[in-house]
Every structure is written in structure tokens, then in C-alpha cells.
């Protein structure tokens, strides 16, 4: 009973107290603070590589399939991955022709490119971004579509001449973080004003980041730029391929 009533005296002297030695002080509640900041953190960063070593073992092609590829053939790209993301603007109204001009939002290119885009990508996704494809190869019966609706060569390369998404060697892209998220390049796709030129000085930090690591990304795997837009990239000796005008199944 003794031993009660002193225990009970003791809590209540423990609460009654302001200066009580139990009560944390200042320093003790910022640590506990931040030491909890410091868990979630490392909980988040757990998940983040989780994620991501869950796209990279996502199955490539086989390399099977991957050694056959004939240098000029037509490949889907997603046959080649399915890490890749699609936002294939001219299956959309969204696009500065505000029409759709394909039945359907595919990506295919020549074997030689989809290969060395692989290889791109495979680099990319280590460093936790993936490739994004606004066009890829666009038949020529496309072109001449196009042409149609805005004949101006500033917007829209005459079908006479063709253009290398024509021969299936041009790609326009962008890049994603693992989740599909857009980095931000300082404009958007089809963008035609200075803002878009490589040379555009007036852009964030960040946006030169974004645009650089892209950049030197695909010129490392045989892209090359042009000088006006962000998004495209020919591939080195593209021009040799013939315009072709295969169209993809919708099924
Ligand atoms: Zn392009």
C-alpha cells in the first residue's frame, strides 16, 4: 500500500512539475524532429531505388529477336522495351496542326536507330530518366497530309524533298523520371520560337541541365541535333535510308 501511494505521489510530482528532468527539452524535441525528418527521408529514398530497380529489371527484348534485326527494317520501338514512353502527339488534336494525322500512337524506326535509342535509354534509366517519343518515323503519305494543312517550310518539311522521320532515322523526344514524370526543357514540343534553339541562353539552371543530359546522351549513341529544335534528333548517316511511305497496323 506504501509502495502504492508513493508511486502515485511520485507521477503526480513528475506531471505537477514544470522543470520536471522527464520533460524534453528544446534541444532533445528538434532532435527527435529531426531525426524523425531523417526517417521519412530514408524511407522515401528506399522506395525511390525499389521503383527503380523495378523498371530496370523489366524485360528488354530477347536478345534473340535483338542480334536478328536487320539494319533498314522497321522495329516498333516498345517491341524493344517496354520502359519507353509514348506521347505521340500527332495521334492527338494536340499538336500545332490541332488534328490528328495518325490512325494510331506507334513508334517505329530503322533497325540501326532503334538499337543505338536502346542503348540510349539503357544508360538513362541508370541515371534514373527515361526516353519520352513525341514522333518517330512518319510515312510520307503523312508528309504530304501535313504539308496540307500548313504549307509553310517553317513549320513543316515539304514532302518533295522529305524529311529523315520520312526514312525512319529522326526521332523527337523528351525525358521522364523513372515514373513517367516530364522534365522540364524550357518549352514544349513543336515549340516554334527561339526558346526552343539549343543556343537559347535565357533558361534555367535546371532546363540546361535537362537539355545537356539529353544532348550528350544521344550524341554519345550517334544522334545528332538541329539547331532549332530541343526535341529532335537524325541519326548519324539517316539520310541514307529511302523515304518510305509503310504504314503500321492499328490491331
Ligand atoms: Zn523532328
Known sequence: MIKKLLAITLIIGLFSCDDSPIKPSENTLKLIEKSKQLQDRAEVLEKNIKERDGYLSKKDASSDRFSNIQDDEFVNIEELSNNFMLDMRYATNNNFLKESVYDCAKCFVRGKVAKAILQAQK?????????????????????????????????????????????????????????????????????????????????????????????????????????????????????????????????
Not at 530518366?129 to 504539308?147: A, E, G, L, N, T
Not at 533558361?203 to 546522351?217: A, C, G, I, W, Y
Request: charged share 30%; hydrophobic share 30%; with cysteine.
Open 123 to 251: 544508360e538513362l534509366m541508370r541515371k534514373g530518366y527515361r526516353i519520352q517519343f513525341f514522333d518517330c518515323y512518319r510515312p510520307h503519305s503523312v508528309q504530304k497530309k501535313m504539308w496540307k494543312i500548313v504549307s509553310d517550310p517553317g513549320y513543316v518539311a515539304n514532302p518533295k524533298g522529305g524529311s529523315v522521320h520520312n526514312r525512319g532515322a529522326a526521332i523527337d523526344i523528351t525525358l521522364t523520371d523513372l515514373k513517367g514524370n516530364p522534365l522540364d526543357m524550357g518549352t514544349d514540343f513543336d515549340h516554334f520560337g527561339k526558346e526552343a534553339a539549343h543556343a537559347y541562353a535565357k533558361l534555367s539552371d535546371e532546363v540546361k541541365e535537362n537539355r545537356k543530359l539529353l544532348r550528350t546522351t544521344m550524341e554519345k549513341y550517334g544522334f545528332t541535333t538541329i539547331r532549332t529544335e530541343w526535341w529532335h534528333y537524325n541519326f548519324q548517316g539517316g539520310k541514307k535510308y529511302e523515304i518510305a511511305d509503310f504504314t503500321w497496323d492499328c490491331q
